[in-house]
């Protein structure tokens, strides 16, 4: 030790004793942090020794936190009995002991948000925290991590601006932010980034405005720029044609406009280029494959380009990715294609391109070189001419192949069925000829057969059943004959079987309707004979079933009671007898029921009229008889026929029918007449005694009639199925709300990819029916920027047969107005967060804008009658949007709603600390009430206290709380 000590000059005033103590705890601090085997116990060490670096450890303790879901027990061991260095996640480094370097988290499934006290971990060079669940902003603190060199936050759900402070950041090298929530524009206080240092730069998947920052320009260095699914606008700057390193520049779904500059097209070292969906105009460089012969990817789709497609495209031969879409390309398929030995997907659709007179289809033949490939789609073009015998030699990788909509003739090449590969084959709308090969079975992955709309004869092969993967058979409006196979029974995953627009004949197979997976099944405009085989009943999930203008016979099935899912039902222009089956009350969800032109008797089932979503009902030219309902649906004309039934009476007076009446023969005989006199004597009476007891009772209140958003709007019709895919089964990781009477999930809705928020009801609770009647009648006719925008509703039934309502509305990516203003339980220390005052300023703004127009500028005035923070959305601009208009109510007398009918005894209605207080003695709604909510909002969003905190008691409230802040006191 003495020698030891020879190394350091020692101050005078510190004592050779005390030199050699600071040494030895150097020592054994250094051993129990980086030496000490985890699996002993270092915690004697530690209690013994001083702990390093004190702030990295209370900084990660703040973090851990803020963690509100840990599923996988990350932070188990972010405890005291392990130095912070060993805690998972977290990496030192070892010339400076104790100092936090590197904290990666990535995938590890947490939710929470970020601290401030990350911004004190002063060391740390790389942050990543990628696939994960983490909300709220991004630290302005972390402009203090100046050494921090990556980055990486992609794939959370992080709200508000990017943070200027990252400015400060001068080491940086990457800043992964994409698919979060981010909005505004990028800040022009990172230009300072903009060095040789920065490499990566993505922000892809965001709602990020404005335009494209040309100071990226003046970063040499970088190497990928990814700015993909945002809102920026303007053009290209041309500053970006600077960026001579650049590998990577992707802008795809944007809002960019103008033609791309040519110094872009002259970046040789660009890898990918994604230019696709927006509205760039002008054409592609022929000389492309020149200027770029490193390119791996080229997006252009869904633009406004002109012109030919690039005939030098062959010279870059790396060529993996290629996608012309939806553009205006004129001229001739690019011959060479077979040059791209890489080429995975190729992609030409919705263009004007055409076969050449000589060519014609041989760029098919050059691209059976391509030994990589897996898409090629050629549809929507102006093809023309037989498929070549060479599609055959296409590789066995392929597995999407399509040539739709265009005036391809002649036969499907019979080769075509080596492409094992296949998953979906499309040669739809085209003038094809000929009969399906028979060998078509090999195609044992094929998910998706579209041959629709040919002229293709011949049967439906019965090898199709060895396709045990098929999901969706798409032979309609074509020329086949025979019978359905009975195969197809063997297709357990069929979701969808169209045959309609053919010449079928025979029975419909009962293996065919066993399929449980099936949700559309349309064997209309055939031939079919025999019964609905009663094994319809196993279809359980199915959504669509239309056998109309066939020549079945029999009775309806009643098993048909079983398919509660059904939205539309089509048995029309048959030979059905008998009467209408009971067991079909079930069918709830129907909101299409055509049984017209067919021998059913009977009388019209009273049942029909409870089927609120039903919009289109046709039970023309039958042999029906009896009364005509007069509710739910019967009671508009214009959705509804009974023609062709001359044996109906009573019903709606527009429908002109003879009053009901109970006819008394004159053949019958005196005895039998006395006897009908006898009990009609008896019921009468006992229906008067009834009607007495019912007048004594309190009268019962009218049904309300169903409420339906305006038609003129064309709201899309979306089916429980439907809300249950967006939802991901409305999972618990899509939930992002609850209140009294609902659940409020996150949803992807449809084809388009439409961010939506789903608005389940509560309908065990009380009064949650009620609310959702509220809530449509108070969006049926508004409109307005800072109101939460309607998509559409749905009113069914769930896969258990329960009644399933919910509002589904427009996505607001920022969350509600509670989540900015108060952190939650266990953080109440902290100031609110995120919202400057210009924003509080112009959210409040906004919602005076909203209640303005609900209180003076609708037809009839409304009353929101729940203002709350939870209530005010924030859109990607942070704009103010009001929603839950649950207990709304019109100031009409001639318009009462639902809630206004309810006695006052009920309770108060909205939610304390913001309710008005006369509405606790039983007031009526006013717009007096709502002014009031608003104000306590104002007070509550400037002072950041809820009216039901807990310092509130004695008589004070969040008013007195405010005005005794003023100087003035008053």
Not at 704 to 725: A, C, G, K, N, W
Not at 790 to 807: N, P, Q, R, V
Request: proline residues 5%; glycine residues 8%.
């Amino acid at each position: 030790m003495p020698n030891f000590l020879y190394l350091f000059p020692i101050p005078p005033e510190i004592s050779l004793v005390k030199m050699r103590k600071l040494i030895t705890s150097f020592i054994l601090a250094y051993i129990a942090v980086f030496i000490y085997p985890t699996n002993s116990k270092p915690s004697s060490v530690a209690a013994a020794f001083p702990i390093w670096n004190e702030t990295g450890r209370l900084s990660l303790l703040a973090f851990k936190d803020r963690i509100t879901q840990d599923p996988l027990n990350l932070t188990a061991s972010w405890n005291t009995s392990i130095h912070f260095c060993k805690w998972q996640g977290v990496s030192c480094s070892t010339r400076h002991p104790g100092r936090v370097t590197f904290l990666n988290l990535a995938g590890k499934k947490l939710t929470g948000s970020l601290p401030p006290h990350l911004g004190n971990l002063s060391f740390l060079r790389g942050i990543n925290l990628e696939n994960n669940s983490f909300q709220g902003m991004i630290p302005q603190e972390f402009g203090r991590l100046t050494r921090l060199k990556s980055l990486y936050l992609s794939r959370n759900a992080f709200q508000g601006e990017i943070p200027t402070n990252l400015s400060y950041c001068s080491n940086i090298q990457v800043i992964r932010l994409n698919y979060n929530n981010l909005v505004g524009k990028i800040p022009e206080e990172l230009s300072s980034l903009s060095t040789n240092k920065l490499k990566g730069f993505y922000v892809s998947v965001n709602g990020l405005t404005g335009s494209i920052p040309p100071w990226l320009g003046n970063a040499s260095s970088l190497l990928d720029l990814v700015m993909s699914r945002n809102y920026f606008q303007g053009t290209i700057p041309s500053e970006l044609g600077r960026l001579l390193n650049l590998k990577e520049f992707s802008i795809h779904e944007n809002s960019l406009s103008g033609e791309v500059l040519p110094s872009i097209y002259n970046i040789s070292s660009l890898l990918v280029l994604g230019l696709g969906n927006n509205q760039f105009h002008g054409s592609i460089p022929q000389d492309i494959g020149l200027t770029l012969p490193s390119l791996r990817g080229l997006y252009v789709g869904k633009n406004q380009f002109t012109g030919h497609l690039p005939v030098s495209l062959s010279n870059a031969s790396g060529l993996q990715q290629c996608n012309f879409a939806l553009n205006t390309f004129t001229g001739t398929m690019l011959r060479n294609l077979g040059s791209l030995k890489d080429l995975v997907r190729f992609t030409v659709f919705g263009n004007q391109l055409e076969t050449d007179e000589v060519e014609g289809f041989s760029f098919l033949t050059s691209v059976t070189n391509c030994s990589n490939l897996e898409l090629f789609d050629i549809g929507i073009n102006r093809f023309k001419g037989e498929l070549p015998t060479s599609i055959a030699n296409f590789s066995t990788t392929l597995q999407q192949l399509f040539a739709d909509n265009n005036q391809i003739s002649g036969s499907i090449p019979e080769g075509i069925i080596n492409l094992i590969g296949l998953t979906r084959l499309g040669i739809f709308a085209n003038s094809i000829t000929g009969e399906i090969p028979e060998g078509i079975g090999k195609l044992e992955r094929l998910q998706y057969l579209y041959l629709f709309d040919n002229r293709i004869s011949g049967s439906v092969p019965e090898t199709i059943g060895n396709i045990t993967n098929l999901q969706g058979l798409y032979l309609f409006t074509n020329s086949l004959s025979g019978n359905i196979p009975p195969s197809l029974g063997n297709c357990k995953q069929l979701q969808f079987l169209h045959l309609f627009g053919n010449n079928l004949t025979g029975f419909i197979p009962k293996e065919v309707l066993s399929v449980s997976t099936a949700l559309s099944f349309n064997l209309s405009q055939n031939f079919l004979t025999g019964p609905l085989p009663m094994e319809v009943a196993d279809m359980s999930k199915l959504v669509e079933l239309n056998v109309s203008n066939n020549r079945l016979s029999g009775e309806i099935p009643s098993t048909l009671s079983k398919c509660i899912m059904l939205e539309s039902l089509s048995l029309g222009d048959n030979l059905f007898g008998g009467r209408i089956p009971l067991a079909l009350s079930t069918l709830k969800s129907l909101n299409f029921l055509d049984l017209s032109r067919n021998n059913l008797s009977g009388q019209i089932p009273a049942y029909l009229q409870n089927f609120t979503l039903l919009q289109s009902l046709n039970l023309s030219y039958n042999n029906l008889d009896g009364e005509v309902p007069q509710e739910g649906v019967f009671r508009n004309i214009s959705v509804f026929s009974i023609v062709g039934n001359s044996n109906l009476c009573g019903g709606i007076k527009s429908l002109g029918l003879p009053s009901c009446q109970i006819p008394v023969t004159k053949k019958r005989g005196k005895t039998l007449a006395i006897k009908i006199a006898i009990s009609v004597a008896i019921s009468c009476s006992v229906l008067l005694a009834f009607l007495l007891g019912c007048l004594c009772r309190k009268k019962r209140p009218e049904s309300s009639p169903s409420i339906m958003l305006p038609t003129d709007e064309q709201f899309r019709q979306v089916s429980y199925s439907e809300l249950v895919q967006a939802t991901n089964q409305f999972s618990s990781a899509n939930l992002i709300g609850e209140g009294h009477f609902g659940f409020v999930y996150k949803g992807v809705l449809g084809s388009e990819a439409m961010d939506v928020a789903v608005k389940v009801l509560k309908l065990e609770e009380k009064g949650a029916s009620k609310s959702f009647m509220a809530e449509c009648t108070a969006l049926r006719n508004i409109r307005h920027r800072n109101l939460v925008k309607i998509i559409t509703t749905c009113s069914s039934i769930d896969s258990k047969g329960e009644d399933f309502k919910a509002l589904i509305f427009e996505f607001m990516p920022n969350g509600s107005l509670e989540e900015w203003l108060h952190q939650s339980e266990g953080d109440q220390n902290e100031h609110p967060r995120g919202l400057s005052l210009t924003q509080r300023l112009s959210i409040a703004i906004d919602m005076a804008s909203a209640l303005e127009y609900l209180h003076h500028h609708c037809h009839t005035a409304i009353v929101h009658g729940d203002l709350k923070p939870s209530n005010i959305l924030l859109g990607h601009d942070m704009a103010a949007h009001v929603g839950d208009f649950g207990l709304a109510r019109f100031l009409s007398d001639s318009l009462p709603t639902i809630s206004q009918t309810e006695s006052s005894s009920t309770g108060i209605r909205g939610t304390v600390g913001y309710v008005a207080p006369e509405y606790g003695m039983g007031s009526k709604a006013s717009i007096q009430g709502d002014v009031y909510s608003f104000g306590i909002l104002l007070l509550e969003m400037f002072t950041g206290r809820r009216p039901t905190n807990t310092i509130f008691e004695d008589g004070r409230n969040l008013h007195h709380f405010t005005k005794t802040a003023l100087p003035e006191k008053e």
